[in-house]
Structure formats: C-alpha cells, structure tokens
C-alpha cells in the first residue's frame, strides 16, 4: 500500500467515506483514499476491525475515523453521517461497498427463508440507497461529489439473491445518477469478479479456482488492490463526466455487447 507521506493528492482536502471498510476490498478502497490525501470514515459494523483499519491508516501517515454503521438502518446512516460532517466539516465521496457476503446463506429464491431474504436485501441493495440519502445533502452543499455502489458479476450470472441485489445495485446506480446529476454528484458502480478476500474463501473455497480457470480471460484471482483503481479513477475528477456507468473490473469473466 502506498504510504500518505507519498500521496499524488488526488483527494487532497477531500473527506470520504467507505462503507463495509472493516475488511476486503471496502480496507483496500479505504486505505487506498487516505494514501491520495482524502480524510476517510471507516464505516462499518465490525468494530475491532473497523478500528485496525483506521489505526492503521494514521500509522500511515493518513487521516481516518471509524464510525460504528448499519447501512439499512437510516438512523444508523444519519448518526455516521453526522460524526462525519462534525470531524471533517463535510462530504465529497461516498463508496457504498457494505454487504453481507461472507456469512451468506445459500439458497433458492423460491424457498429462501423470507426474513432473510428481507434482511439481505436490506443490507445488500437497500443500504446503498439509505446511505446515500443521509449523504447526498452534504455533497450538495460542497457543490457536487461522487458516489461508486459496489455491484457484483453475479448480476449478469444466476447467483440467486445474491445476484438480484446486485442488479438492483445497479438500476439503482443509473437511477440515482439521474436524479443527482443536477447537484453535480456523479455516481457509478464497481462489478468485481472472484476475488481473493476471506468472504470469497468462506463461500467459494477451491471452487474459486475453478471459475478462475473455465471463466476468465486473464487466469487468475483478483486481488482487492485490482479493484482500487478504478475506484479511485471513478470518484475522482479525472472521470468528470462519467456517471450512470457499471464497470467490470474482473479478468474478463463476463462481456456485454
């Protein structure tokens, strides 16, 4: 990981937020801002980790705070959003990358249990939406910003439920781009493929390896710093005029003419 004291300062003076930061690729995105300069909000439920990654992230020489959320709870969502704009003084970047993966159940649509389900999706598609609600006013008051959902590859592939929240992260990513684009808030979404985190070990296991070498181009695992990026190119000026886009970043696991 690059280190804060040698930032190209991309987001300089810029104050961001990370949801699901705690772990995985939402630590690498995390760490990745705080190394261009950005003041980053470690949100997440996991409060140990949470912590660690914060702590590491001023080890570093870069500015950061964990703030205990739970994306679908618009309380929780408002209270983060507070304690962000009280310790930094405002908003301009938001990556909505929280969800319940490496603990997920598996099963049909037609037979899930409905309180999960409901719960899943509250988490998984629905929290996007609860945070970027609390968020957007203060990106509106600094004159814009930018906002990158995370999707999935399994938005184009039978996933089960895990899948339908990923194609409502991304009609939700169009949608919203519509509506905040005169606010001058741009927002995008990440499709990652398989990627070597402990969620993917946990779910996937050897089978990962097997998607790897029948479904990929480029054979290997992604690694969560393949997802920083385009991350980081998306919420940044250099993408100015990009908004209402999903982009793969996922060894060529899947192609859409």
């Not at 004291?5 to 690729?25: E, L, P, Y």
């Not at 304690?83 to 319940?100: E, F, Q, R, S």
């Not at 194609?167 to 005169?182: D, F, K, M, R």
Request: charged share 20%; proline share 2%.
């Amino acid at each position: 990981m690059v280190s804060a004291s040698s930032t190209n300062g991309r987001f300089k003076d810029k104050v961001a937020i990370v949801t699901g930061a705690a772990q995985g690729i939402g630590e690498a995105y995390a760490k990745a801002l705080a190394a261009e300069g950005a003041s980053v909000v470690v949100a997440d439920l996991n409060e140990d980790s949470g912590q660690r990654v914060a702590k590491e992230i001023e080890a570093d020489g870069g500015t950061a705070m964990f703030v205990r959320c739970d994306v679908s709870d618009p309380a929780s969502a408002q209270a983060m959003t507070e304690a962000t704009v009280a310790a930094y003084g405002g908003i301009d970047h938001l990556v909505n990358n929280a969800a319940i993966y490496g603990d997920m159940q598996f099963d049909l649509l037609v037979t899930v249990d409905w309180g999960y389900y409901r719960r899943f999706m509250s988490v998984n598609m629905d929290g996007a939406l609860v945070v970027t609600r609390a968020v957007f006013p203060h990106m509106q008051k600094r004159g814009g910003g930018s906002i990158v959902n995370q999707s999935s590859t399994a938005a184009w592939l039978y996933s089960g439920f895990y899948g339908l929240a990923k194609v409502g992260i991304n009609g939700l990513t169009q949608q919203l781009a519509h509506e905040l684009g005169g606010m001058n808030i741009r927002v995008n979404a990440i499709a990652p493929g398989p990627t070597d985190t402990a969620a993917t070990r946990t779910q996937a296991g050897a089978a990962a390896h097997d998607i790897v070498r029948s479904s990929l181009a480029l054979k290997r695992i992604g690694q969560p710093e393949d997802m920083v990026g385009a991350c980081l190119f998306l919420l940044s000026d250099d993408a100015a005029w990009i908004t209402a886009q999903i982009l793969d970043v996922d060894g060529g696991q899947v192609f859409r003419a």
